[in-house]
């Protein structure tokens, strides 16, 4: 089955366009100076100031972790763009006012922001590059008393809400690329849902790296309130590069007492060519705290590009009876390199937990699973589910399983089931011998494989991700 | 309909299929016999399009067209279809979809509007009656956890939905208990027409009591060694194979 299974996806990344928009860009690498020339560009008060120092001044202390199944060439830090905006003609008040290219650059991606507020009842908050260009449906928002800004505005606008926050879930010091983000973070996207308030929409972002060589240093905060809703959409593309481009996002979402946090990624980074050259180096630090009773925090996640992912996201169940979910997807192809899963802490007691890992291998791209479930002392009656599906096409590529169960409370129960199969040129055979053709019988099969992860996301979002891996994984069969 | 000349097909090294020719016209029914490893199952999964196999010789042309040049999808489209001896499992996949697919994408390649899924549905339900199926099955996903006869039956509903012109049946037999044969081959019998034929590969005789063929042919080590009316068939029940089968050495 060697050969002829793997000849055929290889489509250009269909995003892989540049826009040529004046970006404000401060030079390569990292300093002192280089924290206070962010935090001074974007006028931040004293306190946030010395929350990036201290952070920067604990990663020169940190070594990068290598614990990971992963491999790329060493990262000088030194030639990094730590910031970079798009320099705004003047200040905007309505999406109106929003740069003409940009608006034709949202056009190319499909998220015309006009249609999707009308459509699709979604509010779009676009980060482009760093900052915030603009925030849509944020009057309707607000007369629920729900906040959904871009990070910068928050820092100016609900400074108590923020530094009560920044930092709660992912400490400054947690690892090596969250130090480095909480020293240069640039923006992201701020969310409060007040006590007793169900979002009525979607929220969703689209992140965008658009100047060459520019790291992007994201960092999100979401908080619901007790009793609160919200559910979130983070969606990903970025123009094609040679230059491998670093990525280290934060996100935190704290859940108060019966409060409920639905975080849905689909991520479409530049992967990189067929040779491996290019492709975004994507370390990622996210982590939920259900910090009330009953509040539940579901992360579900499809991941198709990045040359790199390094991506845990987590779970704190400090509430008794808190719920935490973790449903993923991830595909590699080509010398794609994922090391991907969850952290799930039970601390509370009655906590509950999900696992429903689903990995996808193709041409020599190798997928992990590393999730780690661990049942504190005083969390009587903890459960856990973990089911681990791994996926090969061909057989140049790898899956790899690194499940830690740590149990410290005798009343737990923690199962896990795991799996890997291969496509088979018999499915495939099938498929097409009832007139399906190649392409839509491989989509078919990992469509079919990711069900369980899919059916997850909000319905526009599982159609994109159902696409998007059909076009990841085309010519991957031959 | 069907013109197969001089076919060879190997596996891997192993040569199969040395020199088969056959002819099959509207309204047939042929059987292909023959003991273990003659060959067979292979020359119905040539014609269908099995990448397993490499065709190294001859030729056969499906109502005018070179059959083997097309990729299976194609061959599909064109009205070829394969009963399997091993339907496959598609976890996740609901049989429903994966019917209205293929269904689809047949009628599409013969520039056909495509069938919404109420309408498909409609369509569904006859045809499950005829296979004595019921329609959860739908819901399931393709195969999985099929019993080995409902396997069986999920072909037959197939060819009935995508109606076929050449009916391939690849041992349909093997492993059915009486009652699931006769469904099967009701299914097969109904479906027949004037204008489609079938090919029906078997090993046994059992099949041909409820199916009746037109033709009998015997395959040996990739040849065919004999054919006849249907009283070959009983002629083979009675006397096994060996008869026609010369002892074959290095080249088994």
Redesign the interface.
């Known amino acids: 089955m060697g050969g002829?299974i793997e000849t055929l996806v290889n489509r250009e990344y269909q995003y892989g366009f540049v826009t040529d928009i004046e970006a404000e860009t401060i030079p390569r690498g990292l300093d002192e100076k280089t924290v206070r020339l962010i935090s001074a560009k974007k006028n931040e008060p004293q306190w946030l100031l010395d929350w990036r120092l201290k952070a920067y001044n604990r990663w020169t202390t940190m070594l990068e972790p290598h614990w990971s199944n992963v491999s790329y060439a060493p990262i000088d830090y030194q030639n990094v763009i730590y910031f970079s905006a798009p320099k705004p003609k003047k200040q905007l008040g309505s999406l109106d006012e929003v740069d003409p290219k940009l608006r034709e650059m949202y056009g190319k991606l499909g998220i015309s922001l006009d249609e999707q507020k009308r459509m699709n009842n979604v509010a779009v908050d676009v980060v482009m590059d760093s900052v915030s260009v603009g925030t849509s449906f944020k009057a309707e928002l607000s007369k629920l008393g729900i906040i959904f800004c871009s990070m910068g505005e928050a820092v100016r606008e609900h400074p108590e809400l923020v530094r009560k926050y920044l930092g709660s879930v992912v400490p400054h010091s947690d690892n090596f690329f969250a130090a480095l983000n909480s020293a240069v973070f640039s923006d992201g996207s701020f969310v409060y849902v007040p006590k007793g308030v169900r979002c009525p929409m979607e929220l969703s972002t689209y992140f965008r790296i658009n100047a060459e060589g520019t790291g992007q240093f994201e960092r999100t905060l979401i908080i619901a309130d007790e009793g609160a809703y919200v559910s979130y959409l983070e969606g990903c593309t970025a123009p094609k590069r040679d230059t491998n481009q670093l990525h280290a996002a934060v996100v935190e979402l704290v859940a108060l007492k019966d409060a409920t946090i639905k975080y849905s990624t689909v991520q479409n980074w530049f992967a990189g060519d067929e040779n491996g050259e290019g492709g975004i180096f994507n370390f990622v630090t996210k982590r939920g705290k259900c910090a009330g009773e009953n509040s539940k925090i579901s992360w579900t996640q499809v991941e198709t590009g990045s040359a790199i992912t390094w991506k845990y996201p987590s779970v704190i169940l400090l509430g008794d009876n808190s719920v935490g979910e973790f449903y993923s997807v991830a595909v590699v192809n080509n010398h794609q390199q994922a090391d991907t899963g969850t952290k799930m802490t039970h601390i509370g007691r009655n906590t509950r937990s999900t696992i429903v890992s689903k990995g996808i291998s193709a041409g020599e791209g190798n997928n992990s699973y590393r999730g780690q479930v661990k049942v504190m002392p005083k969390a009587a009656f903890a459960r856990n589910y973990t089911q681990c599906d791994s996926m090969l096409i061909g057989n140049r590529c790898g899956a790899h399983t690194f499940p830690y169960i740590e149990v410290q409370n005798q009343s737990a129960t923690v199962e896990h089931e795991a799996s890997t199969s291969k496509i088979?040129?018999?499915?495939i055979?099938?498929?097409?011998?009832?007139?399906?053709?190649?392409e839509?019988a491989v989509s078919?099969?990992v469509?079919?494989?990711?069900?369980?992860v899919f059916k997850e996301l909000p319905m526009e979002f599982a159609l994109e991700a159902q696409q998007l891996l059909g076009i990841t994984l085309e010519g991957s069969v031959g | 309909m069907l013109e197969i000349k001089d076919l060879y097909a190997k596996a891997g090294d192993r040569d199969i299929l040395r020199g088969i020719s056959l002819s099959v016209a509207a309204g047939e029914v042929h059987a292909i016999m023959g003991p273990n490893g003659s060959g067979k199952s292979t020359l119905v999964q040539v014609l269908a399009g099995n990448p397993a196999y490499e065709v190294t010789g001859g030729s056969a042309s499906f109502n005018g067209k070179d059959l083997l040049s097309l990729p299976p999808e194609e061959r599909a489209q064109a009205g070829v279809f394969l009963a399997f001896q091993y339907p496959v499992e598609i976890p996740g996949v609901s049989n429903a979809y994966f019917l209205r697919s293929a269904f689809n994408s047949i009628r599409q390649a013969r520039g056909e509007d495509e069938v919404d899924p109420l309408d498909f549905l409609d369509y569904m339900e006859k045809k499950l009656e005829l296979v004595d199926m019921d329609i959860e099955m739908l819901s399931r996903s393709v195969n999985m956890g099929f019993s080995g006869g409902e396997k069986k039956r999920n072909e037959i509903l197939q060819m009935a939905v995508l109606e076929p012109k050449l009916a391939l049946l690849d041992e349909t037999d093997s492993g059915l208990d009486i009652d699931a044969l006769r469904i099967v081959a009701n299914g097969v019998n109904t479906l027949k027409r004037p204008d489609n034929a079938t090919i029906v590969v078997t090993h046994y005789q059992r099949l041909l009591n409820y199916i009746v063929p037109d033709y009998v042919h015997v395959l040996a080590h990739g040849r065919m060694v004999k054919s006849g009316d249907k009283s070959l068939a009983l002629e083979l029940e009675a006397k096994g194979y060996d008869w026609l089968v010369e002892p074959q050495g290095a080249l088994a």
């Open positions: 002829s088979g040129e018999d499915q055979f099938y498929l097409t011998q009832r007139g399906i053709s190649k839509n078919m099969i469509a079919g494989f990711c069900k369980d």
